[in-house]
């Protein structure tokens, strides 16, 4: 079955402000098994709200909207609606004294206008607005179904979760959205969709997607589907056959970000990690601290962007400064190295590089970023050459830390049964494509 | 004048993606006079895109299309306009070896797919794409525009700013946008419309536009005039007053970042920062060191998660942590003082908070968080209780440390014509609305 969304409001046809109620809309709708066919976004014009909303009803049997319910002249869906369907605005009761109840909980006084919010059209059904004054309606008109929604994005997923996803799954067919996302790192677009291309191919009936973002590569597949149990044990096998072709470069098959799986492995492992960055300022500790419960695995970090901190807070010598320069395989080591030894973590994490846009040189250009992981028996080093700007830098260089310790545990569980017999980080080292 | 813009790909009908290319483009729209009246998200069907552009065209004069000019089947923006306009597709011998050309630079061979993108409606303008193969259209029909863009950001932005902005140029109007962005910290969003809802309610003209953010209240002004001069020193003179109104809150008439204007402050004042985190995990170190040049300003940060290491690194007093509590006014103090004596920063920031979702009490809820500044004279600190998820927690933590460092230069300013002779930080105390 097919649905369109309608999203109200000029501040959405401005440079400032996208629609991202769509894409809540769209995941619910979807798994319902409503297919979204188109998405349009008008302002706060009469005319151009009753338009949108005419051309959709004609295309397609549910219109959801958002927007445009709130109390003042600006908020005309109600109205637009209403004239489209000959309906006529009347009020409700309940409505208006359930927004006069929350004012007087406030402890405020209700401002005359919000006496709008209780108008609805003859015959709609009013959906209970837990989080705010607009409620939303359930309008059938001609076996075709319009819901309205505020646009504030709490308010609108709560409605929708508790009263219109239950009463649209009523009038929903048996078909299903059946859903993976697959995510990897370390490899480009292209050699991603070269190795799993033969794969997907094959499956018909599944859409997949390669999404690309900073150093990431994400594959969704869809599948819809009325037979639920044949289209999960589909999406599984193509799951299976795309770990097998991606192998240590698939990170998760659950939608996970990379810190984590990180920290999972961290977690399983009974280990801990503590960090020395320079040019990504704190992003790989942020990072790791995203994630509820990271405490327990991670124990601190610093961030030392000048050499006398770098000698003081993790003992990189300042020979070795002078010698090799900050950004230098041997400092990422020595970050590492020094932040594992005053720490008595696990493993110790470094980076140091030139993230822009100034001090590149001809010799050390921007971009170019050492990290560092170091165990008990030592340290392995990367060194990338990354695009982009500063953030982008710092990000790809974070990405590929966090990447470093996942990859640290795999091989461990590849090279022993036993987490407690891994041979520590130099075992791992003849089969990383690291450059030094 | 008005202008219309379609979105055409069906990844943009689904959970994932979003159109953001519509942000660039009514930009660039506003500033050339056009205002986006609509926006359209359609898959890949011939008929659904060819509809979406008949109905644009029957409302708007210029309508700007992105995606479906790749080299597959599902692109199928060219066909479905040539069909609408009733043209036929002819191929384009400039196009074709400009393909050509492109895959023998990078000694691929070119796949009989790319043929495609060299066929273009009779008539049409090809506009060279100098990042990719396909071309950008530009159609002329009845008076009005149809622009084809590929969907690639960059081959987007690039195309528009290079060929399709000039020529929108010449057939705009004299009208144009003219804008400010305010941003405001520590004041909700209805206290924000309280406070400059009489300002720009007196400016009939001007579009005045309210956004909150986490941490953060945005005011985009915006007015449409053929009058450069007056429409730009109305917008000045909205901006004075609403600076006078909004007084310390207000931290940029520019849209820059709280990390922007903190990092500009530290600068000014030839003043370094160091930071002391643990809930927000090196948030507040990586804001700063975002801003290229930060490491003028900012010397270095530690994350000390355990109390072990609040103790080792920034010397916390054992007993202090036991009497009373990692998360305590205290403690927040001892992590600014000591980050600051161990870097010899002119100025050192503390923050120790519960983030959650654990660890929350009754007495130290989830969402407690003390930050502290401190300088040569002693510390002040804040205690606030932030609503939200750990991710909104952080930021707020982070957001009010950077607006600690920004009004502290702010009462150096006012309580002192020479930066030299600032009273230092308990001068400031008593105009705090902290509630330590």
Known sequence: MKAEIIAVGSELLTPDRVDTNSLFLTLELNRLGFVVTRKTVVGDRNDDVRDAFRDALARVEVVIASGGLGPTQDDLTREAVAQLLGRKLVRDDAVMSSIEERFRKLGRTMAEVNRRQAMVPEGADVLKNSRGTAPGLWIESNGRVVVLLPGVPTELKALFTERVGPRLARRAGATRLHYR?????????????????????????????????????????????????????????????????????????????????????????????????????????????????????????????????????????????????????????????????????????????????????????????????????????RVLQFPGDRERIRWFASQIALDMVRQYFLYARQTSSSVDKRPGINAAAERNTSKS
Chains 1, 2 share one sequence.
């Open 181 to 381: 996302e697959l995510r990897t790192t370390g490899l480009t677009e292209s050699e991603v969709e070269q190795h799993i291309a033969p794969i997907y191919t094959a499956y018909t009936s599944a859409e997949t997607t390669i999404l690309a973002s900073p150093g990431e590569i994400q594959i969704h597949l869809r599948a819809w589907s009325d037979d639920s149990s044949a289209a999960e044990s589909m999406l599984q096998e193509m799951t299976e056959r795309i770990t097998l072709a991606l192998g240590e470069h698939l990170f998760t098959t659950r939608g996970e970000s990379l810190e984590e799986v990180a920290g999972r492995e961290l977690m399983m492992n009974h280990a801990t990690i503590a960090t020395a960055e320079s040019c990504t300022g704190g992003l790989l500790a942020q990072r790791l601290t995203r994630i509820p419960g990271s405490s327990t695995y991670f124990l601190g970090g610093v961030v030392c962007y000048s050499n006398h901190l770098k000698s003081a807070w993790v003992d990189v010598p300042g020979a070795l400064l002078e010698a090799k320069g900050a950004v230098s395989p041997e400092v990422a080591r020595a970050l590492a190295e020094g932040i594992r030894r005053r720490t008595g973590a696990t493993l110790g994490a470094g980076i140091t590089g030139i993230a822009g846009p100034g001090g590149g040189t001809p010799e050390k250009p921007v971009g170019l970023v050492h990290i560092a992981l170091a165990d008990a028996t030592g340290s392995k080093e």
